[in-house]
């Protein structure tokens, strides 16, 4: 260990921009980032398997809020909710003077909230596609068995559902990881502020940003792995034979 | 009318940099993406390397981190390589980034890289047959491309190019914040000066949204066009 930190002072040393001291400012922006991308994909998770249901069903009144839902947050950009939030929580009467100032003086709510609803809108289409897509003989297959509708979907349309969407989650969760980039837009230390941040100390916009780059780059491919293992294990059955 | 204290006129002004901005870098994407889908096709090793190294690293990086390299890094990197121009030949020549053509670049940069991915897939899915019977009626490569690979080309590619086209509208809000005054940075810093979030964003969501709607009916008829002699018109999803 006493080595190793020895050998990673001598090869900082001479470089006057990746000290230690901009590094831990790195370190922080990519704990921040992944806190902050993690969380929105779990809650918008949780709140898109609800929506994503109510979404194909055949009662208007619940099917047509979800679609205004999902097409204004998908054809809006992210930058503008994030604004709408983060400015717009102080309209709420009497939130100054509530508990929940405590965490909604902080940047990291707001942009929470603004990553959440969007990733929600977007995972909801997903979900509603693959439901959608479900095979026939499926739901043929369940109803000769008896299944009540809850069951149904319970047992068989989900949990085929979630699998055949996984490749298009994926795709999301990348998305997001590069979305959250503009939380740095409110003050927000994430990678993408730190490397701002070196950026403007020392006025080294290709170091400051293309290590950045770099850190978002292994991000995106660590994800990549990750979904094409869980994708080849639980898609294993719709693979061609011997391929 | 709603009142937007004085800040309607530049914001119909911001709304105007944002469509262009958006046609301007849709057309040096399309043309970058032919571009890497030829080169991705490629024979020679090298230069699909190259198409491959470029998708792989600009669909690995954030824009907004690609912008900003490109933006604050763009003017350093010029200053940098006149003055070699100017130590090595004596050529004094200086050039100001514009921020809007930075801006063209960027996002034209950014999205050739999907662009690409989108030619590709429509290039391989054209049969080989009906460039094989193009062959056989004497059409000279240029003809058949023009005639044959193209229009085909065009029907798989079409859906793609819709999603790319609506995911590089939203991307324009992002030159908002290396300040280029688009309709974003108009509306925040009207938010900024009056303390009225709703009144100014609310109304440029609205822009986004019409944008939006207006391009999927465009696209809708693109489709129906392209899809002339092959039946039911494959639906266009986003």
């Given amino acids: 260990m006493e080595q190793l930190s020895g050998w990673f002072t001598e090869l900082l040393s001479g470089n006057l921009i990746f000290t230690a001291n901009t590094l831990s400012f790195y370190w922080d922006g990519l704990v921040t980032t992944v806190q902050l991308v993690f969380l929105c994909l779990l809650l918008g998770l949780v709140l898109a398997v609800p929506l994503a249901i109510g979404r194909g069903s055949k009662r208007r009144w619940i099917k047509l809020p979800i679609y205004a839902y999902t097409y204004v947050f998908r054809g809006t950009p992210l930058l503008i909710q994030l604004y709408l939030v983060y400015y717009g929580v102080v309209f709420f009467d009497g939130i100054q003077d509530s508990i929940f100032w405590v965490v909604f003086k902080q940047a990291f709510f707001p942009a929470l909230i603004a990553f959440t609803l969007n990733t929600a809108a977007y995972t909801t289409e997903i979900f509603h596609g693959a439901i959608k897509n479900t095979a026939k003989g499926e739901i043929e297959a369940a109803r000769a068995y008896g299944m009540s509708r809850k069951l149904m979907m319970r047992r068989i349309i989900l949990p085929s559902a979630f699998r055949r969407a996984l490749p298009a989650y994926g795709n999301e969760v990348i998305f997001m990881l590069h979305a959250s980039a503009v939380a740095s837009v409110v003050t927000i230390m994430d990678l993408t502020g730190a490397a701002y941040y070196v950026y403007a100390r020392f006025y080294a916009p290709f170091q400051a940003f293309i290590f950045v780059a770099l850190i978002y780059l292994c991000l995106t491919f660590s994800i990549m792995f990750v979904f094409r293992k869980l994708e080849k294990r639980l898609l294993a059955h719709l693979r061609p034979l011997g391929g | ?238």
């Fill in chain 2, 1 to 238: 009318m709603i009142d937007l204290q004085g800040y309607g006129p530049r914001l119909l002004e911001g709304a105007l940099v944002t469509v262009e901005l958006a046609v301007l870098s849709l057309i040096l994407a399309v043309i970058l993406g032919l571009l890497t889908a030829s080169a991705k096709l490629s024979r020679n090793r090298l230069i699909h390397a190259l198409g491959t190294l470029y998708t792989t690293l600009v669909r690995g990086v954030p824009d907004l981190v690609l912008m900003m390299l490109l933006f604050y890094g763009g003017q350093i990197g010029i200053n940098m390589l006149t003055d070699q121009l100017y130590y090595a030949f004596d050529i004094d020549i200086f050039i100001n980034v514009n921020a809007f053509v930075a801006g063209v670049i960027t996002i034209g940069l950014i999205f050739g890289a999907y662009m690409g991915e989108t030619f590709r897939g429509a290039f391989q899915a054209v049969e080989e047959g009906q460039m094989e019977a193009a062959r056989a009626y004497g059409m000279s490569p240029l003809l058949a491309f023009r005639h044959v690979r193209f229009p085909l080309m065009m029907r798989h590619a079409l859906p793609g190019i819709g999603n790319n086209w609506m995911v590089l509208l939203k991307t324009t809000a992002l030159v908002s914040i290396i300040g280029l005054t688009d309709m974003v940075r108009v509306a925040a810093e009207a938010t900024k000066a009056t303390h009225e979030p709703f009144m100014f964003m609310i109304p440029v969501a609205m822009v986004y949204l019409l944008i939006a709607t207006l391009s999927e009916w465009g696209f809708a008829r693109l489709t129906k066009r392209y899809n002339t002699g092959f039946g039911e018109s494959s639906e266009w999803n986003n």
